[in-house]
């Protein structure tokens, strides 16, 4: 179980704008509910088991009780909507900072909202917006994973094993740091991205639409979008599924 009298003690302020529950349904609905009564920006949702836990084009996020961060943050940004689609991105760096900078774990980035250990995914982000307010969904493998032929633990690929609870805590602010810069320093963060990129200067293929593509990655652009370079033309994708390197 999540030991919230630890997590407290770590981060005390992130603590007092925590709301953690045993089990939901899943953060993100929790999370739009609180917001639709007013709670303030940067509150948090926690469980540590999610019966729903949703992902990305109607996937479902499965982790077991224990075994994972599974958090949504209620954001309400200064900055203009037509900046909502760097806050996954923001959101990847942190975490990724994070693991790499606190636990020395080389993890990468997979646009547009995974984080990587060892080539495999261990985190995922989910960004939803409505009414003037932004829920952002965080779910991290730390202790293990249901499905390990395409996931990845944290804990699985280091000698010291990492806490849930110090996580949590390096996290939170880091999030928040990175989420409140995406409208004025997104050029450094776009620089600090693409220097952890796993696809830059590879090969996919991916959907977009429902057309199918292959390309070489050349970057990401100030609006989020994936800049690859496809029968000899640099494209922009701002949505693209199913992206795989090529030969992996
Ligand atoms: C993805 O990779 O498709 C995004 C996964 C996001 C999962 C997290 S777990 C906490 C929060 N609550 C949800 O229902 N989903 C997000």
């Given at each position: ?209 429902d057309v199918q593509y292959q390309g ?33």
């Amino acid at each position: 179980m999540f030991n919230i009298r630890q997590f407290a003690a770590l981060a005390p302020d992130s603590y007092q704008q925590l709301h953690y529950h045993e089990q939901l349904e899943s953060t993100n609905d929790e999370a739009h509910r609180l917001a639709n009564e007013g709670v303030e920006h940067g509150s948090i949702v926690l469980a540590d088991y999610q019966t729903q836990g949703r992902g990305r084009r109607g996937a479902r996020w499965m982790s077991g009780p224990g075994d994972g961060l599974l958090f949504s943050m209620v954001l309400r940004p200064e900055f203009d909507q037509s900046y909502y689609g760097r806050i996954a991105l923001a959101a990847g760096l942190a975490i990724a900072a994070v693991l790499r900078e606190e636990f020395h774990i080389q993890a990468e980035l997979k646009w547009p909202n995974d984080v990587l250990v060892s080539g495999k995914k261990c985190c995922g982000v989910l960004v939803e917006s409505k009414d003037g307010y932004v829920v952002l969904g965080v779910g991290i493998n730390v202790c293990n994973t249901p499905d390990k032929n395409h996931f990845v633990a944290v804990n699985d690929v280091v000698s010291k094993q990492v806490s849930r609870e110090k996580l949590l805590a390096h996290l939170l602010p880091s999030i928040m740091k990175h989420v409140d810069h995406c409208a004025t320093e997104f050029d450094s963060q776009l620089r600090q991205i693409e220097g952890m990129s796993y696809l830059h200067g590879k090969q996919i293929c991916f959907l977009s639409g429902d057309v199918q593509y292959q390309g070489s990655v050349q970057g990401i652009a100030s609006d989020g979008s994936l800049i690859v370079t496809v029968d000899g033309e640099l494209t922009h994708f701002a949505q693209a599924s199913d992206v795989r390197v090529v030969g992996d």
